[in-house]
């Protein structure tokens, strides 16, 4: 039976539509979708102005994205959907090594570096030395993982931020364990920086009365075989916005130890061992 479209029938009449051979996951997800945005335009009776403020803002958000810049999961990073669709998708055993979000500024290939190297290349920061294993729920070491990291420099800005100012690769660098699954490798003491907050997700922050701002953190992609990818960091315990990250991907069990070494060229020493699940 057709049904035109009323207020009170919105979803279904418009998920009647569906075609009867569009991919059924296809099909789950957008009805799924559509009956959510109605009862989101119902419940908070969404005004004319406000539907034309939201379109306008997605046209906005569109429009900045590049090659370079990618907006949109900037908005999903900040209203805090990142972080929701990787914990659906990465529910780990107790003891294993959490997921947070990836973020935009992973570059495949970094250089692979002997265990122990620098990989800060500017000379800025405070020097620290990340070490650790990567072993499995058992407690045994993973050999041949690779342990991918990358971090902000001292100003708080990532390589790929300020090229021809920052050297390539500026803390950057991979590192594949040996038969003790141990990493080692001197960078800094990561400090907080605002994530890209000049575009219209900055401004949406900016009128929600929120700051740009994540803590200190180190990134790392571990991934080995027969294991389930790790896409994780470890962060600064003693941070200001720890408790405000902007992209919401904070965990506790992420927060490691930094350790000042008194005397020593390496200022700083932060002990970290990843747990993978099996694949
Ligand atoms: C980052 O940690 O690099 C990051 C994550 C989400 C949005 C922006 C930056
Ligand atoms: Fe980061």
Known sequence: MMH??????????????MGKDSDPRLAEVMACLVKHLHA??????????????????LTRTGQICSGERQEFILLSDV???SMLVDAINNRRPEGATE??????????????????????????????????????LHGNPVEGACVDVWSDNADGF???????????????????????????????KPTSYPIPDDGPVGKMLAKLGRHPYRPAHMHF?????????????????????????????????LIAPFERLEGAETLWRSPFDFVLTPA
């Open 4 to 17: 035109y479209f009323t207020e009170e029938r919105s979803v279904e009449t418009v998920n009647a539509r």
């Open 40 to 57: 989101f335009a119902k419940e908070c009776h969404l005004t004319q102005a406000e539907w034309e403020i939201g379109i306008d803002f």
């Open 79 to 81: 209203l805090g959907f």
């Open 99 to 136: 997921n947070t979000v990836f973020g935009p500024f992973h570059v495949e290939d970094a250089p692979i570096r002997t265990m122990g190297e620098n990989i800060s290349l500017d000379g800025k920061g405070e020097p620290c030395l990340f070490e650790g294993k990567v072993i499995d």
């Open 158 to 188: 990532y390589d790929v931020q300020q090229p021809g100012i920052q050297p390539k690769w500026n803390n950057r660098g991979r590192f594949f364990t040996g038969k003790d699954g141990a990493y080692a490798f001197r960078g800094i």
């Open 221 to 253: 992609l571990v991934t080995a075989p027969g294991f389930q990818r790790l896409v994780t960091h470890t962060f600064v315990g003693d941070d200001t916005y720890l408790d405000s990250d902007a992209v919401f991907g904070v965990k506790k069990t």
